[in-house]
């Protein structure tokens, strides 16, 4: 076999297939293998028109048609699978070759492999892709990790077949080392989890609150779509409410059951921010809305418990309630931006890993799920000011944000009386009047744990530890 392709794929389920015909697609040679032979028979026989594939069957195969240094990328179930990969192809390449695991990993899984492959020369490169199998045939947002090195032999590759910007740029660049790629990946699906969750809160109080139908309120998004809301998940939302179900003419919306799934990455994102003592409460209240959600007993059993039944407004009301959703939306929005963000800067922190955040958000812009006009600014708050402490810290961002409180407030006391459940866009607004608080409770908590467990606290008027003798005099002690 000659060892003529630039790139190989193993693993052809739905993303591996499809990223195999993006490269094939930008006139790349793409080596193609996977476990059960028959998905690359079947790829090659249907796409082979294309582009340029090279169909092996066993792992030296698929090893010996490609070009050295070798790109191997790993498009398989992430896990042990992707470890029992690892294991059958590691033994066939040589120092300076890549493997490029394309799976949704968890970044601890990606540092140990990077780590143990290392030490044979060969470059881990663990790599976020989002976009699904829409985008990774036509262009996803790419999120490598792994050494410079092999970034300077890949980064070529997956720029060209990368989603573009608005302004041409390619959605794709290196992120940092070993478990960066990942760790970005995580916290952008977690980013994905509330920014579904706000719409999702959006919908219900249009729907409950305002009284709109499923219909009028695609069309409020389709709107909203057209200003600073602009996103693939707006866009997408209003295609999923104004679909009518033609088993029973009933909007979809209504016929599909009201349990919500998840995969994994943003109950991940959540586990991480605790471990690094990050508040993501947005993510994590839309991580908490998908499991209450599917907890049916729970709910049929709760299901009479007092309280209001959501009364809708009147037309001209509905109109001037809608506005003021849209300002809650997006300033929550702006709340869950922040957190996600923080969470990269603790992590690169936590991790050496140098992340620029402006990348990041610049290479969100086009190809994944988030992908939104808002990130353009994001990006531009960080060009402006790269160490900037928080997204809040950015001074349009903040006037924004300054503007929508009364509405957000509004929005948050109607669904408060109504009984319409938003916990994301109260999380949001907590969240940011916790941070500009003058004062936090949190001075009591800690006469609290000192109490009971001389645990000891900070003055605000000296320097040291103190301790106060609760079960004696009373007195102060330094600590
Ligand atoms: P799946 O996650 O469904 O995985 C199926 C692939 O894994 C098949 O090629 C299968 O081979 C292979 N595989 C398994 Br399972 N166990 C294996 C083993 N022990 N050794 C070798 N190969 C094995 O595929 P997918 O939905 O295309 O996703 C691929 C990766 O991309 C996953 O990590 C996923 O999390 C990630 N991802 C998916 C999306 C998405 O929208 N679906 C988006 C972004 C990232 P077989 O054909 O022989 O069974």
């Given at each position: 076999m000659s060892a003529a392709a630039q790139i190989g794929v193993t693993g052809l389920a739905v993303m591996g297939r499809n990223l195999a015909r993006n490269f094939a697609r930008n006139g790349y040679t793409v080596?193609?293998?996977?476990?059960?032979?028959?998905?690359?028979r079947a790829l090659v026989e249907e796409f082979g028109h294309e582009g340029e594939f090279v169909g092996t069957e066993s792992a030296e195969d698929f090893v010996a048609a490609l070009e050295r240094p070798r790109r191997?990328?790993?498009?398989?179930?992430?896990?042990?699978?992707?470890?029992?990969?690892?294991?059958?192809?590691?033994?066939?390449?040589?120092?300076?070759?890549?493997?490029?695991?394309?799976?949704?990993?968890h970044f601890a899984d990606t540092r140990?492999?990077?780590?143990?492959?290392?030490?044979?020369?060969?470059?881990?490169?663990?790599?976020?892709?989002?976009?699904?199998?829409?985008?990774?045939?036509?262009?996803?947002?790419?999120?490598?990790?792994?050494?410079?090195?092999?970034?300077?032999?890949?980064?070529?590759?997956?720029?060209?077949?990368?989603?573009k910007a608005a302004d041409g740029s390619p959605c794709t660049a290196h992120i940092g080392p070993d478990?960066?790629?990942?760790?970005?990946?995580?916290?952008?699906?977690?980013?994905?989890?509330?920014?579904?969750?706000?719409?999702?809160?959006?919908?219900?109080?249009?729907?409950?609150?305002?009284?709109?139908?499923?219909?009028?309120?695609?069309?409020?998004?389709?709107?909203?779509?057209?200003?600073?809301?602009?996103?693939?998940?707006?866009?997408i939302t209003a295609e999923v409410l104004a679909h009518v179900d033609a088993a029973t003419g009933e909007p979809f919306v209504d016929v599909v059951q009201d349990q919500a799934e998840q995969k994994g990455t943003g109950r991940w994102t959540v586990q991480i921010a605790l471990d690094l003592g990050v508040p993501v409460s947005g993510i994590a209240e839309a991580v908490f809305a998908r499991s209450l959600s599917g907890h049916q007993d729970l709910r049929d059993a709760s299901r009479g418990l007092a309280g209001p039944k959501?009364?809708?407004?009147?037309?001209?009301?509905?109109?001037?309630?809608?506005?003021?959703?849209?300002?809650?939306?997006?300033?929550?929005?702006?709340?869950?931006?922040?957190?996600?963000?923080?969470?990269?800067a603790a992590g690169s922190d936590a991790y050496d890993w140098d992340i620029d955040l402006g990348r990041v958000a610049s290479i969100w812009r086009g190809g994944c799920i988030i992908r939104a006009a808002f990130l353009d600014r994001i990006r531009a708050a960080y060009d402006a000011r790269a160490e900037l402490p928080s997204l809040l810290a950015d001074e349009s961002f903040a006037r924004e944000i300054g503007e929508a409180q009364d509405d957000w407030r509004a929005v948050l006391v109607a669904a408060t009386r109504q009984g319409v459940p938003a916990p994301g866009f109260a999380a949001a607004l907590a969240y940011y009047d916790a941070l500009r608080a003058d004062r936090l409770p949190a001075a009591l908590t800690q006469g609290q744990r000192d109490y009971f467990g001389a645990h000891t606290y900070r003055r605000t008027d000296r320097e040291g530890s103190f301790h106060t003798l609760w079960g004696g005099d009373r007195s102060e002690v330094s600590a």
């Open positions: 080596a193609v293998h996977n476990r059960t032979a028959a998905r690359t191997l990328v790993v498009m398989v179930k992430a896990g042990e699978p992707t470890d029992a990969v690892i294991r059958e192809f590691a033994p066939l390449l040589e120092p300076g070759d890549m493997i490029v695991d394309g799976g949704n990993a140990r492999r990077e780590r143990e492959l290392r030490e044979q020369g060969i470059h881990f490169v663990g790599t976020g892709v989002s976009g699904g199998e829409e985008g990774a045939l036509n262009g996803p947002s790419i999120m490598p990790g792994g050494s410079k090195e092999s970034y300077e032999a890949l980064g070529p590759m997956l720029e060209k077949i990368s989603a478990g960066a790629g990942h760790f970005v990946k995580m916290v952008h699906n977690g980013i994905e989890y509330a920014d579904m969750q706000l719409i999702a809160e959006a919908y219900q109080l249009l729907r409950d609150v305002a009284g709109y139908s499923p219909a009028e309120i695609a069309d409020i998004f389709r709107t909203w779509n057209t200003g600073r809301l602009d996103s693939y998940l707006i866009d959501a009364e809708p407004l009147g037309k001209a009301e509905a109109a001037a309630f809608a506005d003021q959703v849209e300002q809650a939306l997006y300033a929550s929005k702006i709340v869950s931006y922040t957190q996600g963000f923080h969470e990269i």
